[in-house]
């Protein structure tokens, strides 16, 4: 009877197993788990950091492109059926997971680190109370400037003194007067009215959607109310973020509308732009470039990681993303290796003064980051952000251009927000 019931046992078991592996990508075996993200940047990290030090755990892969990534992951995670156990999730997607209530807990894995994190990628993964995503790095902006600018029209490259021009807005928008008075207008202070985008709504003090209705918050408005006179004055551009002009501005090749060079001051990026903006598209400037914080503290980007909350393997979850994004050892060596600015404030402060970037003309870009990251807000950060962060640039570009008026544009755009999403 007893090699009966064991013989029924095996049998069952292994049944079990092969009835879960068809209808379920989560692994059940206590080694290994399924992993998807949108870039290979997270396999690079797993193969080169988490699996020396984790060799008995089998990691499956899979890559998606960005824009196809939350068609493939919604339905999976909705029914359960054919699930990651971990992914990543990118800024302009990453709330929509947090606040779905189909992640899982990562509280007690933030818990025991949490003074040394840098505090605002925990708000932009937290809801109610509660830690569903965790980011190895951190994306605070700056305000890049070229130094044989600076120097031309304000007597200095020192980013110490550069930063006394563009301390605020109201200064910002005095030295954005004062460059095209000397420069006889053939300089602007940005080239792209968006590059402010991040830097007013990182600030803002309101979400955009309270109780279920939409809010306009004062620093948008003014960010509104900024790019018209940016546009009307002539201190910009006038070309558009991620166009062939707006890299053009970045090379000091730009030309206006009557074919002459405009000199662009500067440009709005983040840590990550300066490894593949600044430097993949205007190679030859390098040396002439310098940082400052500027008008407004801001993040702009970034990746999370988080984990689907039925995943048989919640503990070998937890440990692949403790170690991933909170591990002071790893952290180190990868900020060392790559570069990247990391969300670990205690790493941040140990390696800040070993770094010299001679794009930067041999300026510290992590000491600098490293003063900005603490000041970034992410409590206001929502699921719906990027849809009506996208419709408001849409608003300032045609209240701008003179196409609408402000109460035209502000009742347009409120009529868009509730057609897409539903809000009013």
């Not at 699930?83 to 025991?112: C, H, M, N, W």
């Not at 031309?152 to 980013?159: A, I, M, N």
């Not at 993040?299 to 039925?310: D, L, P």
């Amino acid at each position: 009877m007893k090699k009966i019931l064991c013989l029924l046992v095996i049998i069952g078991s292994l049944v079990g197993v092969t009835g879960c592996s068809k209808g379920n990508t989560s692994s059940e075996a206590t080694n290994k788990l399924v992993v998807w993200s949108f870039t290979d940047e997270l396999e690079k990290i797993i193969n080169n950091y988490y699996k020396p030090t984790h060799p008995e755990m089998i990691i499956e892969y899979s890559m998606t492109p960005t824009d196809q990534f939350p068609n493939k992951l919604d339905p999976v995670l909705a029914s359960g059926s054919g699930a990651p156990d971990v992914f990543a999730l990118e800024d302009a997607f990453v709330r929509k997971y947090v606040e779905s209530g189909l992640l899982l807990d990562l509280t007690d894995i933030y818990e025991p680190i949490k003074n040394d994190m840098i505090e605002y990628p925990v708000e932009v993964g937290s809801y109610n109370g509660k830690v569903y995503a965790l980011s190895w790095q951190a994306t605070p902006g700056a305000m890049f400037y070229r130094r044989s600018l600076a120097k031309k029209y304000l007597g200095t490259d020192d980013p110490a003194e550069v930063q006394k021009y563009f301390s605020d807005i109201d200064t910002f928008m005095e030295t954005a007067a004062l460059l095209k008075e000397k420069s006889n207008g053939n300089c602007v202070v940005i080239s792209a009215i968006q590059d402010l985008l991040k830097p007013f709504i990182s600030s803002r003090k309101s979400p955009w959607v309270v109780d279920g209705k939409l809010v306009i918050d004062d620093t948008a408005m003014e960010f509104l109310e900024i790019a018209k006179v940016l546009h009307d004055k002539g201190y910009e551009g006038r070309v558009l973020q991620w166009s062939e002009g707006w890299f053009s501005g970045m090379q000091g090749t730009l030309k206006n509308e009557k074919g002459n060079t405009v000199e662009v001051f500067s440009t709005f990026l983040p840590t990550w732009g300066l490894h593949y903006v600044l430097k993949t598209n205007a190679p030859d400037t390098a040396g002439d470039w310098a940082m400052i914080p500027g008008p407004l503290p801001y993040r702009w980007g970034g990746s999370w990681i988080g984990a689907w909350k039925n995943t048989k393997n919640p503990e070998a979850a937890k440990e692949l993303i403790r170690y991933l994004t909170t591990d002071a050892e790893y952290l180190e060596q990868y900020a060392k290796d790559s570069g990247d600015f990391v969300s670990n404030m205690a790493v941040v402060n140990k390696i800040k003064n070993d770094f010299a970037e001679p794009f930067l003309n041999g300026q510290n870009h992590y000491a600098e980051f490293a003063k900005m990251a603490p000041q970034i807000d992410g409590s206001t950060t929502q699921g719906t952000d990027q849809a009506i962060e996208a419709l408001w640039m849409d608003t300032v570009i045609v209240y701008s251009n003179g196409e609408k008026t402000k109460d035209e544009a502000i009742r347009t755009f409120r009529e868009q927000v509730t057609a897409q999403l539903g809000i009013e």
